[in-house]
């Protein structure tokens, strides 16, 4: 499993978990340990967003120098930069069939989506996500392939036909959302969530009507879904709570995760190539922390996180792999 996080100083690190075996006369006891795979100014300009391929070893970064860095995790290699965008890049998102990627999507600030062939990264279409040039806030992909939502920094939303390369719906919001993503409830429900300030909204992908509503009290910066149907929040309040889409409802919470504002959660897919569900989610806060921690024991009083790095820098994005 790898990390890739980028901060407002222009660097970009890598970090693989590491399972550490500590032998004794008695027993053998096992570890958890963030190892560095790789840290260097990757652009000229703060690192606006990272995405990485769930479980592929690929990784990109988007900056406010209108370019995106692509990285192989596996050898910690630069892969180099794509020089297309003409603004700065606000959100990435791989598209996968299986463990292969298949797709990149890079949105800017001047309302242009890329989109790129993972295969050689040629550009195959680039795509209006709002009219009069409005920001993309951030991303998703469908798990199908076919469509994509974006939010835009005025309040807008948009759904993309990425098949046939246009947009086919649009609207304002009652309030700007600040991420947006696919998830599932417990019943395989195909739903989206959208963060706005302090809320959450959990809406069908069908007709995009509101099924849930949570009130996180403090502003959201950053949620995770996982396949168990539960969303992962943090932002402000500096805290990581569980959420079960099914029932809108909060089930468990750390508090106090970080000492200052959680601005990135990943959960790790899976492992041993999607047969066992895995129980760790990362996160990073604005001081520059990195933490692992296991979903079981949330519920404890003062969980411990189970690994732990310190970048020293001011993150500003979190994004990972479950490839081994």
Request: net charge neutral.
């Amino acid at each position: 499993m790898a990390l890739v996080a980028g901060s407002y100083e222009r660097f970009i690190w890598g970090f693989s978990l590491k399972t550490l075996t500590a032998s004794s006369s008695s027993d053998s006891s096992e570890t958890l340990a963030l190892a560095p795979l790789f840290s260097y100014p990757a652009h000229t300009g703060p690192v606006r967003c990272v995405a990485a391929a769930p479980r592929a070893g690929l990784a990109a970064s988007g900056g406010a120098d209108d370019s995106v860095r692509l990285y192989d995790l596996p050898t910690a290699a630069d892969l180099g930069p794509l020089l297309d965008p003409s603004a700065a890049v606000s959100a990435l998102a791989f598209y996968s069939r299986g463990p292969v990627p298949r797709n990149l999507l890079a949105a800017c600030d001047d309302g242009a989506l890329h989109i790129y062939d993972a295969d050689g990264f040629a550009l195959l279409t680039t795509l209006r996500a709002f009219q009069r040039h409005e920001a993309v806030e951030a991303l998703a992909v469908h798990p199908s392939g076919r469509v994509a939502l974006a939010v835009g920094r005025a309040g807008s939303l948009a759904m993309l036909n990425l098949v046939r390369g246009r947009r086919s719906f649009a609207c304002r919001l009652e309030r700007p959302a600040s991420a947006v993503a696919y998830a599932e409830d417990r019943d395989g429900g195909d739903r989206f969530v959208m963060a706005a300030e302090e809320k959450v909204t959990l809406h069908d992908s069908v007709d995009a009507r509101i099924i849930h509503e949570m009130d996180c009290g403090k502003r959201v910066l950053s949620f995770a879904p996982a396949k168990n149907g539960v969303l992962y929040t943090g932002g402000e309040d500096r805290g990581i709570t569980a959420w079960d889409l099914s029932s809108g409802k909060g089930s468990s919470r750390i508090e106090g995760a970080h000492a200052t504002r959680v601005k990135g959660i990943v959960v790790f897919d899976n492992r041993n190539n999607g047969s066992e569900l895995c129980n760790l989610i990362a996160s990073a806060s604005s001081d520059g922390v990195i933490r692992i921690w296991d979903v079981r024991t949330i519920g404890n009083a003062k969980p411990t996180p189970l690994a732990e790095a310190n970048t020293k820098a001011r993150l500003t994005c979190l994004a990972g792999t479950s490839l081994k």
